[in-house]
């Protein structure tokens, strides 16, 4: 592999006096499959809404797909802070996928996956409904195409939100504890789209997750991260069968105790 | 005192004329604080700190002050500085930048309701803030906030007799005028005040069905 297709360098990221990521750098390959674990407040969830430009960040480069993110040079080669356009163009590139799907409640479940093409790539309707009823095949939903939001269980709005995320073709995707406000029942349903997302197609993709089975199954690389750093990091036989850390350790022995599956 | 019927058929058809001008000045002074307090409600989430605190400011000063002032001020003092309006664009100026700034409370906590993941997911799917606002948030803000727009509505219409202060010839000046000009006041000022209740009645009952039809309801 040549350059990362994201490369996070000394990123800091702070609230007042509350530093939550402290000078974290880490690379991710193109198409690489990553899951970041560790416990809540750690700082997993603020890596992927930094990505996503949903927060801030107080310190730092990171750059994605060969581009600065929250940076811009201008005239004199010289690193500026980016501006709305660029942030624009450079969110083009990336997908997410929230706990708590953010459907658009307003709108139906083909109008939620193609409103997005239509809008901010000036798709055509057809061709954007064309694409949106493939994506909904995919995550077996095209019979529920003219659905309300509300007219769906957490699973079938979850697997949705993937449809609209993936409809405008992301070279990155952040899946943000997508199955943890889910009934459990309804959790393989999700992650079964994922795990054919997984092998079908060759996009970087980055979860946060508690459900360490499936971060075993799925990720090429497991990120352990406790305070705002990455305690540890491997395959994931080597984090999870095998921690050398002893807060990874403490961790996924909490984690069974509270009856994951590993 | 006795009710003269043949007094009420000749005053009729100026009260009428009056009731359209009331009529008029509501409707326009509605849009003009529908637009503006939208505009205020916009401004005050504004993340440029200057615009959010003056947006915040004006709309503290013009609720802190009476509408008749406000009108007097539009209407009479303005012309002092080179700016001179007909009484009725003065009127309904002055009463929907008063409204709008009521109107953009409530717009404030309608576009509140709105969940913060449906701003995050619209910066997802890389739509512009403009985007996000008109596809996104203000489909959401609006119905549930129609019923309280509407009850201002109401309130607007019965304060527009203020207007006649500023010379609008509408109900209320109409009815003055013919009652100095008759020395009779039983029968205009009855009609004024039937024509405004059949009005503000039938407008409440409006407003029970909108308050029926948005009902608030979870969704999401």
């Known amino acids: ?262 | 005192m006795e009710w003269d019927w043949e007094f009420v058929r000749q005053i009729l058809p100026d009260l009428f004329s009056g009731l359209k001008i009331t009529i008029i000045a509501t409707v326009l002074g509605a849009a003009f604080a529908a637009v503006g307090g939208l505009v205020f409600a916009i401004l005050r989430r504004s993340g440029n700190r200057a615009v959010a605190r003056s947006a915040s400011f004006l709309v503290e000063f013009i609720r802190g002050t009476p509408l008749l002032v406000q009108l007097y001020f539009i209407f009479y003092v303005l012309p002092d500085l080179g700016i001179r309006l007909p009484a009725l664009l003065a009127g309904v100026i002055g009463i929907g930048l008063h409204y709008s700034t009521y109107a953009a409370e409530v717009y404030r906590s309608g576009i509140e309701n709105v969940s913060r993941g449906q701003w995050e997911a619209a910066k997802a799917v890389n739509l512009s803030v403009r985007q996000t606002w008109v596809h996104i948030i203000l489909p959401q803000a609006i119905p549930p906030m129609i019923p309280a727009l509407a009850n201002y509505l109401i309130a607007m219409f019965k304060e527009t007799p203020l207007l006649s202060a500023i010379t609008v010839l509408e109900l209320m000046n109409q009815a003055k005028s013919l009652a100095n000009s008759n020395y009779r006041y039983v029968e205009p000022m009855t009609i004024v005040g039937v024509f405004f209740l059949v009005i503000s009645l039938i407008s409440v009952m409006g407003v029970r069905m909108l308050e029926v039809r948005f009902a608030p309801k979870d969704d999401r």
């Open chain 1, 1 to 262: 592999m040549n350059k990362p297709i994201i490369r996070l360098d000394k990123i800091v990221k702070a609230y007042g006096t509350h530093t939550v990521l402290d000078g974290l750098s880490m690379d991710v390959k193109a198409g690489e499959k990553i899951a970041l674990i560790g416990p809540s407040g750690s700082g997993k969830t603020t890596i992927l809404r930094i990505l996503m430009t949903l927060e801030s960040i107080s310190g730092g480069t990171i750059e994605v797909d060969g581009d600065y993110l929250y940076h811009m040079k201008d005239a004199s080669g010289a690193l500026v802070p980016a501006n709305e356009a660029h942030m624009h163009r450079m969110r083009e590139k990336i997908g997410m996928v929230f706990q708590h799907f953010n459907l658009f409640p307003h709108k139906n479940v083909l109008d939620n996956v193609t409103l997005a093409p239509i809008l901010t790539k000036g798709v055509a309707r057809a061709e954007a409904e064309k694409r949106a009823m493939e994506l909904l095949e995919m995550v077996g939903l095209a019979d529920k195409a003219r659905h309300m939001p509300a007219q769906l269980s957490g699973g079938q709005k979850q697997r949705v939100a993937i449809a609209r995320a993936l409809a405008l073709s992301p070279k990155i995707m952040l899946f943000d504890e997508v199955t943890s406000a889910l009934d459990p029942e309804l959790v393989e349903e999700v992650l079964n789209v994922m795990r054919r997302l997984g092998e079908e197609t060759d996009m970087t993709m980055l979860l946060v997750t508690h459900e360490m089975g499936f971060a075993h199954d799925f990720a090429d690389r497991v990120l352990f991260f406790d305070r705002g750093r990455i305690v540890e990091e491997g395959p994931p036989d080597a984090i999870f069968r095998n921690p050398k850390e002893e807060r990874t350790q403490n961790f996924l022995r909490k984690i069974i105790a509270a009856g994951h599956r590993v």
